[in-house]
């Protein structure tokens, strides 16, 4: 399932919905693309798939982890001791292909 069986069609939605739904989808989309820790920025794309809503933000998650992707040395530096965040990547990078 990818989360878009379970979306609500916008023109049951009102005006001042749509417009919240909109302004979460652009602050999750900001929150996306910040500078954070390796870890947490793992973390984020893990929930939002876990959540069925990472479908809304393929390219920000596609750019996050081609970036992770190309720093990969650095990356895994930063991750040495933490086994967890470091099995996420893995994964995260295995499903996305890079």
Same mark, same amino acid.
Not at 30 to 52: M, P, T
Not at 55 to 64: L, Q, R, T
């Given at each position: ?17 749509? %417009?919240?739904? &909109? =302004? @979460? ?5 900001? /929150? ?9 920025? #793992? ?16 390219? %920000?998650?596609? &750019? =996050? @982890? ?5 720093? /990969? ?9 933490? #086994? ?15």
């Amino acid at each position: 399932m990818d989360g878009q069986e379970c979306a609500i069609p916008h023109e049951h939605l009102h005006k001042e919905e749509r %417009e919240r739904i &909109n =302004v @979460l989808k652009e602050q999750t989309r900001k /929150l996306i693309r910040e500078k954070q820790q390796v870890a947490e920025q #793992l973390q984020l794309i893990d929930h939002l798939q876990q959540l069925g809503v990472a479908y809304h933000f393929k390219d %920000e998650i596609a &750019n =996050v @982890l081609s970036r992770l992707h190309a720093s /990969l040395d650095h990356v895994s530096s930063e991750l040495k001791d933490d #086994l967890h965040a470091t099995s996420l990547l893995f994964r995260l990078l295995r499903t996305h292909r890079r």
